[in-house]
């Protein structure tokens, strides 16, 4: 059974960084794609960042929402089934519960998420 456990949120002030990690299973992890979401107070969730399952013999590809590019880095570590998201330079609208997922939106149940909150 698909299982995500998102750790690592807190309480940051403007402009300091996090490290978010997911543990993955109950699939082959190294196989998909995966994404990170997250869900502002009061608004839909939305869409983060995307790693690619191969990773070309060099580096993975990725891919952000326009908002956090140059800010969040998104990486994964296979041996670990663990999805990683190092968020950087965060703003207060970075404020919100994030959540990982494999490619689709229904890959597999959502996780409790973790609570990130910036402010000074």
């Known amino acids: 059974q698909v299982h995500f456990a998102e750790s690592g949120g807190g309480l940051v002030q403007p402009g300091g960084s996090l490290r978010l990690s997911c543990r993955a299973s109950?699939?082959?992890?190294?196989?998909?794609?995966m994404k990170w979401y997250r869900q502002p107070p009061g608004k839909e969730r939305e869409w983060v960042a995307t790693?690619?399952?191969?990773?070309?013999?060099?580096?993975?590809?990725?891919d952000y929402t326009d908002s956090v590019r140059d800010r969040f880095i998104i990486d994964r570590d296979n041996d670990v089934n663990t999805l990683y998201l190092q968020m950087n330079n965060l703003k207060p609208e970075d404020s919100a519960v994030y959540y990982c997922?494999?490619?689709?939106?229904?890959?597999?149940?959502w996780g409790q998420g973790t609570q990130v909150t910036v402010s000074s």
């Open positions: 997922n494999g490619p689709t939106l229904t890959f597999g149940p």
């Open positions: 109950g699939f082959t992890f190294e196989n998909y794609r």
């Open positions: 790693i690619s399952s191969n990773d070309y013999g060099t580096r993975y590809a990725t």
